[in-house]
């Protein structure tokens, strides 16, 4: 909580006003969940679609998403790439 209460110290009105917007509307929340999501699965290289656990040898790293909700998965091998893109990116891809 030290590192929080002096980054909110540092704060200016209009930039507590902007956070506690935030706070209120639930955004805080879905940034703290998008984070915890994040560094669960930067340290956990399980291969989504096999459940090969990855910690030794090559692997291949796709991040995907908007900014806002960058995703990242590790895969153990170029056949689980292509199936988990198929399956998962180009469904839901915005179509034009
Ligand atoms: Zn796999």
């Given at each position: 909580?030290?590192?929080?209460?002096?980054?909110?110290e540092?704060?200016?009105t209009h930039?507590?006003?902007?956070i506690?917007?935030?706070?209120k509307?639930?955004?805080?929340?879905?940034?703290?969940a998008q984070?915890?999501?994040?560094?669960?699965?930067?340290?956990?290289?399980?291969?989504?679609?096999?459940?090969?656990n990855n910690?030794?040898?090559?692997?291949?790293?796709?991040?995907?998403?908007?900014?806002?909700?960058?995703?990242?998965?590790?895969?153990d091998?170029?056949?689980?790439l292509?199936?988990?893109?198929?399956n998962?990116i180009?469904?839901?891809?915005?179509?034009?």
């Amino acid at each position: 909580m030290n590192k929080l209460a002096k980054i909110i110290e540092g704060l200016s009105t209009h930039e507590l006003e902007l956070i506690h917007k935030d706070l209120k509307e639930g955004n805080i929340e879905r940034l703290i969940a998008q984070r915890r999501t994040q560094l669960t699965r930067s340290q956990s290289s399980i291969c989504p679609v096999c459940g090969q656990n990855n910690t030794k040898g090559a692997r291949l790293i796709l991040e995907f998403g908007p900014h806002d909700l960058r995703q990242k998965a590790t895969f153990d091998a170029p056949d689980c790439l292509h199936y988990f893109v198929n399956n998962n990116i180009q469904r839901h891809a915005p179509q034009d």
